[in-house]
Each structure stands twice: as C-alpha cells, then as structure tokens.
C-alpha cells in the first residue's frame, strides 16, 4: 500500500458529502472505522499493535537487533467538525509510508519505530484537547477527564468502557514514555507561513479553551415584556464581540467558535447560553489578560439583564518551544528546511514534556485548516514522506 492508496482508503471515512467536511470524533462510528483501518495497515506490515490504557494506539515496528528508546512518530486520526482531511491523518499515513520506503531501501534502523494514533486530539467530543496525550504524560487528573461529558450527556468513562477499556486504568503510563527516545509528529501546516513542501516546527505558542456559562430564564418569547426578561443570549453577543475586541487589544487571536443555547428554539427566550472561547497568543500574559477582558466585558454585559456568569478554563498550554537539539538535528538531516512556530496545538505539543519531541510540517497552499478546503498537493506529502524517512533513519541509526 503506497501513500495515494492508504490516502484513498482513508479518505471517505466520516466524510460528509454535501460539505466535504469530516466528522470523526473519538470513538464514534467514523473513528472506529479510522481505528479499524490502523489496525489494518499495522497488521498489513506485521506491525504489532498497542492498545495503551488511555485509547491511544501504537503500531510498533521491531526489526531484529533494534534495542533501547524508540522513536515515536505518528499524529492523529480524529477531527474538528467539518474538518478537513489532513489536519491529523497525514502524520499517521506518513508514518506508514515512511517506513515503507525505509524498508524497500533496506534500511535496518537499530532502534524501534513507533506509529501512534492519539486519542480526541481535538477535543471535539469531550472538550480538552490532547486528551488521550495529556493522559498518558499525566497533565490532566484522570478523575476529571473520567467525568468529561460530550454533547449527550455521556461521560468519558462510558465511552471508554463501552469501547472495552477500564476508565480506571487511564493516567500517566510511565512505562510506555520510558520506552520512548523521541517523538517526531508530521502535521499539514494549518497557515500559509510555509515557503516549500517541508518545514520544522519551532514552537507552539500558548493556547487555551475557556466556558462561559450564561445563566437566565426561559420564558415565551411573544407574551414576555421586554422589562421582564433574563435573556442569556444578550450577553453571550457581548461576549462575543468583546472577544475581538480583547484579541485586538492585547494582540492575540481569540475565537467563539461553538455555541450551546437551551433550549434552542426560535419562540422561546433561551434559559441557558454556553460559549467556548478559544484563546492564543504569543506569550501567557497576552492570552490571560485577553481571557480576563472578556470575563469582565461578558460580567458587564450579563449584569443589567439579571443573569448569570461563569466561567471555567477547559484547557490551557503555556508556549512549547521544541527540544533544539532535535530540531537542529532535523534540519540539519532535510538540508536547511524553514523553522517556523505555529499557533494550532499538537500532541507534540503535550509530549515535548516528557520526550524531546520535534514536528515536520508540510506546505498547505490554501491555509485553511479545520474547515474543507484545507489541503497539501500529493507531492509535498511525498516530500513529507521522504523527509520524514529521512528523519527516522537518522534517528534510529544510532
Ligand atoms: C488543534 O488542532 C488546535 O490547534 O485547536
Ligand atoms: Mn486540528
Ligand atoms: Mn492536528
Ligand atoms: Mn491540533
């Protein structure tokens, strides 16, 4: 299976057809089949496969005489809603591919290679992104990832049960992050800051989600004066402009990207507004005081309607600058590639914590990403390919 035909498979998996889009949250159908084709793949290839607690999977290939860490590579294979195709997948069919190509120029690496599949790296499902990497490196309590909820209701530890692992079991795996050197995770750039077909990523700069829980009072929206009302949708817009408005102030981006208003009918006054703000910025200080200005704007706005606000950091990860010695090493190995940060969170990002991790991006022509359009031509992604068996050959040589 060379990368066009692995692409192929994947491609219509959790695709709507009318939008283009994808729609693969974790453990859903369109997941499992994502999951069903990794498996598939690694088994293609006489890979072992590991199920680790936290539902991340890891294809291992152990030729003869590779002993001592690893080198993890990998990315993920579930989406934002109507994502696009490449934003997680095109580091996993990389990863393949890449140890394809090693194997056909019989490279023998002396190190094990792994291919990983982290679990809900968007958070589309329940809320925190990188949660199955924030698991595993121990930078989310595993109680409180067991009590997140998705979008009915249902909990974590439901899913993971019904998906046949034990919620008990999920936290930090020391044992598996020993076992790894280095994590290297290929991604489509998700802006337009990428000159050629490959670049090394930098840094991440530091990002986060909040909630805003409006709190009002539902009533009819034809027989309630407008004196007698608590509408939570009036500062929930003030919320939203006030996020512009901070971003611009303190020079971030910040987004209100997801609505829940209940109970979502066009004659009745909401009784509940809930808004996500995702927030990013170059350093902490920027981002924080972005998040601070919108609580104060959305408390000012709430106020004189007699609603309630609260609100609640979901996630957050300070600026993540990547090991430079391992950058170096790449750059050095792909002969003077671009260096460039990026504002979009990775499961690097969590890893580079625990391991020296390092990130190829590979050249997206629209800059769009999260949406339908976002796209790579195949052949930067065979240039990714190459540069990434390049990378593992380099690393495992060793
Ligand atoms: C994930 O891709 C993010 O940056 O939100
Ligand atoms: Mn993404
Ligand atoms: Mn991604
Ligand atoms: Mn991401």
């Known amino acids: 299976m060379g990368f066009e035909e692995m692409w192929a498979d994947l491609l219509p998996l959790g695709r709507d057809a009318a939008t283009g889009g994808y729609r693969r949250f974790a453990w859903t159908p369109p ?28 294809a ?154 409006f709190a009002g009072e539902g009533n009819h929206a034809g027989t309630t004066g407008l004196a007698d009302r608590r509408d939570p949708m009036l500062p929930f817009a003030g919320m939203v402009l006030a996020a512009r408005e901070a971003a611009e102030r303190n020079g ?7 609505v829940r208003v209940t109970p979502n009918g066009v004659n009745a006054i909401a009784s509940a507004v809930t808004g996500w703000l995702d927030a990013r910025g170059p350093d902490d200080a920027a981002v924080r005081r972005t998040v601070a200005d919108v609580d104060a704007a959305a408390r000012a706005a709430a106020r004189p309607h007699g609603v309630a606000v609260e609100l609640a950091e979901e996630s957050y990860t300070g600026i993540v600058g990547f090991d430079l010695d391992l950058r170096d090493r790449l750059a050095r190995t792909l002969g003077g590639v671009p260096v460039l940060p990026t504002g979009a969170g990775h499961d690097a990002g969590i890893l580079s914590a625990r391991v020296p991790t390092a990130m190829l991006f590979v050249r997206n022509p629209t800059g769009v990403s999260h949406a339908p359009a976002e796209h790579a031509d195949t052949a930067d992604c065979l240039a990714g390919v190459a540069a990434l068996a390049a990378v593992l050959d380099d690393l495992t040589a060793g």
């Open 31 to 58: 997941e499992l089949e994502c999951r069903a084709w990794f498996a598939d793949e690694a088994r293609r290839r006489g890979l072992d496969v590991e199920h680790d607690a936290n539902g991340n999977m890891i």
């Open 252 to 258: 971030t981006v910040a987004t209100v990207g997801k």
């Open 60 to 213: 291992w290939w152990r030729p003869e005489g590779a002993r001592g860490p690893a080198v993890l590579t990998g990315s993920h294979l579930d989406s934002v809603p109507g994502g696009g195709a490449f934003d997680g997948p095109l580091g996993v069919v990389s990863a393949f591919a890449a140890i394809d190509l090693l194997r056909d120029r019989g490279v023998r690496p002396r190190r094990p290679v792994g291919v990983a599949a982290f679990a809900e790296e968007e958070g589309a499902r329940f809320g925190v992104a990188c949660l199955g990497s924030r698991l595993l490196t121990g930078t989310i309590d595993p109680a409180r990832a067991r009590a997140l909820t998705d979008a009915d209701g249902r909990t974590f530890a439901d899913v993971l049960h019904h998906a046949g692992l034990d919620p008990e079991a999920i936290g930090p795996d020391d044992g598996l992050l020993d076992r790894v050197g280095c994590f290297v995770e290929l991604h489509v750039e998700q802006g337009r800051a990428l000159a050629g077909p490959v670049g090394v990523a930098s840094a991440i700069v530091p990002h986060g989600r909040w909630r805003f829980d």
